[in-house]
């Protein structure tokens, strides 16, 4: 069982920036890659970036220049660097890990977009 704890949501205006961190607990050893989804009301969970434990990174086109995920193996931990914030970044933001094709997720952190 691999948790997942996501910290570091609020309430920011828009322009402003955001980092969101997601530490990693239980058997962590094998977790392949990790990443951020996000689910803002009346819509569908959408995959935000994710990154391999080699470090190779994707991203939405949404985020693509605004937002940067970074990942420490040593301290398991996974964060979400999020910069121009527009309103429509409003969103419940989940962290993700995937281990041997299973996908563990944390309870999510609420991010507040004001205009």
């Known amino acids: 069982q691999v948790r997942l704890v996501e910290s570091g949501g609020g309430l920011v205006q828009a322009g402003g920036s955001l980092r969101v961190s997601c530490a990693a607990s239980?058997?962590?050893?094998?977790?392949?890659?990790m990443g951020w989804y996000r689910q803002a009301p009346g819509k569908q969970r959408e995959l935000v970036a994710a990154i391999s434990s080699g470090g190779n990174t994707n991203y939405a086109d949404s985020v693509e220049g605004r937002f940067t995920i970074s990942r420490d193996n040593a301290k398991n931990t996974v964060n979400l660097q999020m910069n121009i914030l527009k309103p429509e970044d409003t969103a419940l933001y989940y962290c993700t890990a995937r281990k041997r094709g299973v996908d563990y997720w944390g309870k999510g952190t609420l991010v507040t977009v004001s205009s």
């Open positions: 239980g058997f962590i050893s094998g977790i392949d890659s």
